[in-house]
């Protein structure tokens, strides 16, 4: 089974490279109104709003040159040409560009959100794993340490007295220890099929297809544990945002406008990202159309086992597209990735100051006028129209 780079192994494989990037000329250096859109994605329906905005053509429309979007397997990749400007437009799990920015002091920015929810907590069933507490001496595998997901489940799993530990797989677990480990999210359901595994937590369609192909069940949406969180986020180079706003403003324009799109059109977008559609995700109509429709509480709600929605007064959605970066959840998040476990040296977190980060690596500035533009924040769901740009996060497992 191949595996993603860890920490360590990221950093050798940038090396000098990497790091001259930061201080010489890269590889493709800005161009001004002249650049093309250099996309890069994995094949997550995190990506959609990125997909569904060159698929509909509205990059075009905003007066953009740009490339068809180009797939890439892991974190550890797409950051990489990320940083080394292979991409100059792309999503990231949102702890990833904290890594970035605070631990090696590479120039990145996040501009929107990419999506809400999207992934969930899915576990073999041949197990009977009904809940949290059942994961006690199990192997379970997350697509990232730096991810949404990471701090989600070892929140789940503190919560209900467990402990996550980061082992080999031969180690002998206790029975109040769960193993994690970093597994690329298109290897999840192989080796959740193959009993390498007990459970995985990762983005969509891998638990769709899970369920569809092998039987396996959902223990939890991680939308019904944290209400609408974010997972990935849009980020570009501050070298491309302060060079050119124009060009930036019209990138995240059509980043929202297919997010409001796909708002109204679930079953259609399911359908354009299918290898059946314009095969931008190597997965099928049937196994998309679950993600984008698929949570009804007949299915996943009280009486089902296990039972993934808890919540069902949340009136959420499997996935939602919402852009505006909410200052809470990001102090929520930098405040959790203190008390997550993760490999290797996470020692710049305990000084990091949470309303610093809010200011410093997120700028809403052309998310809030494209969402003006379509409309406004009504135009994404219900929210307080009298506070339109602030929340209250709401945890409960």
């Known amino acids: 089974m191949r595996y993603p780079l860890n920490r360590r192994d990221f950093i050798k494989t940038l090396g000098a490279g990497a790091a001259a990037g930061l201080c010489c ?30 698929a509909l053509g509205y990059f075009a429309e905003e007066g953009l040159k740009v490339e068809r979007p180009r797939r890439v397997r892991n974190w550890s990749t797409l950051s990489e040409s990320f940083m080394t400007d292979k991409f100059n437009l792309t999503h990231m799990l949102l702890p990833i560009p904290v890594w970035m920015r605070y631990n090696s002091n590479m120039p990145v920015k996040v501009l929107a959100w990419d999506h809400t929810n999207g992934s969930a907590l899915t576990v073999r069933s041949d197990l009977s794993i009904k809940s949290f507490v059942d994961l006690g001496g199990k192997q379970i595998a997350v697509p990232y ?51 390498k595994i007990d459970g995985y937590i990762v983005a969509e369609p891998f638990n769709a297809m899970a369920e569809l192909k092998i039987g396996a069940k959902i223990l939890r949406f991680t939308g019904d544990i944290w209400k609408n969180h974010p997972c990935c986020v849009i980020v570009m180079k501050e070298e491309i945002i ?18 409001k799109w796909v708002t109204g059109n679930m079953a259609e977008a399911a359908k354009i990202l299918s290898r059946e559609g314009e095969g931008y995700l190597p997965t099928s109509v049937e196994s998309l159309k679950r993600v984008f429709t698929g949570y009804e509480l007949s299915v996943y709600g009280p009486g089902a086992v296990p039972q993934a929605i808890h919540h069902p007064e949340w009136k959420i959605s499997r996935i939602g597209f919402q852009p505006y970066p909410y200052p809470s959840a990001t102090r929520f998040i930098v405040n959790e ?34 969402i003006m533009d379509v409309g406004g924040p009504s135009a994404f769901g219900a929210i307080d129209m009298a506070h339109p740009w602030k929340r209250e996060e709401v945890i409960e497992l």
């Open 25 to 54: 000329k890269p590889r493709f250096s800005f161009g001004g109104s002249d650049e093309t859109l250099r996309i890069g994605y994995l094949p997550i329906t995190d990506a959609t709003p990125l997909l569904i905005a060159h």
């Open 145 to 195: 340490w730096y991810s949404m997901h990471n701090i989600i489940l070892q929140m789940g799993l503190k919560k209900v007295g467990l402990t996550p530990v980061i082992r080999p797989q031969s180690y002998k677990l206790k029975s109040n220890e769960v193993n994690l480990f970093v597994l690329p999210p298109p290897d999840m359901p192989v080796a959740l099929a193959g009993r």
């Open 242 to 259: 302060n060079t050119d706003p124009v060009f930036t403003q019209k990138t995240i324009n059509a980043v929202v406008r297919a997010q």
């Open 337 to 370: 990735m203190r008390q997550t476990r993760m490999e290797g040296d996470t020692g710049f977190l305990k000084t990091l100051d949470p309303d610093h980060v809010v200011k410093d690596l997120m700028d809403d500035s052309f998310v809030k006028k494209a």
